[in-house]
């Protein structure tokens, strides 16, 4: 099984980032994606969750109208669209599946929003 993530890097504030995570080893369809991040000295956070079968999708507050989570189940990636990006957005960004038994957790991103 493996997530991996790209499309990090250091972008100036009010710029745009495009992540997307690649899948395999699993039946990426019946896996419910999210995004998480973790800034330094703070704890996990979820960002954005997209379900598997409706492909219906959740925020965070912080995160409505500037982020944008999509799935392509033919390609097996998951892909996360951040405008606007606030230097509170650096952060690791992790992407997860989840299904009804099992979860997965890629290495991770570093989104760096400085000027």
């Known amino acids: 099984v493996q997530l991996v993530e790209s499309g990090g890097g250091l972008v100036q504030p009010g710029g745009s980032l495009r992540l997307s995570c690649a899948a395999s080893?699993?039946?990426?369809?019946?896996?419910?994606m999210s995004w998480y991040r973790q800034a330094p000295g703070k704890e996990r956070e979820l960002v954005a969750t997209?379900?598997?079968?409706?492909?219906?999708?959740n925020y965070a507050d912080s995160m409505k109208g500037r982020f944008t989570i999509s799935r392509d189940n033919a390609k097996n990636t998951v892909s996360l669209q951040m405008n606007s990006l606030k230097p509170e957005d650096t952060a690791v960004y992790l992407c997860?599946?989840?299904?009804?038994?099992?979860?997965?957790w890629g290495q991770g991103t570093q989104v760096t929003v400085s000027s």
């Open positions: 997860t599946a989840q299904g009804l038994y099992y979860s997965y």
């Open positions: 997209i379900s598997r079968a409706t492909s219906s999708t």
């Open positions: 080893g699993f039946t990426f369809s019946s896996y419910t």
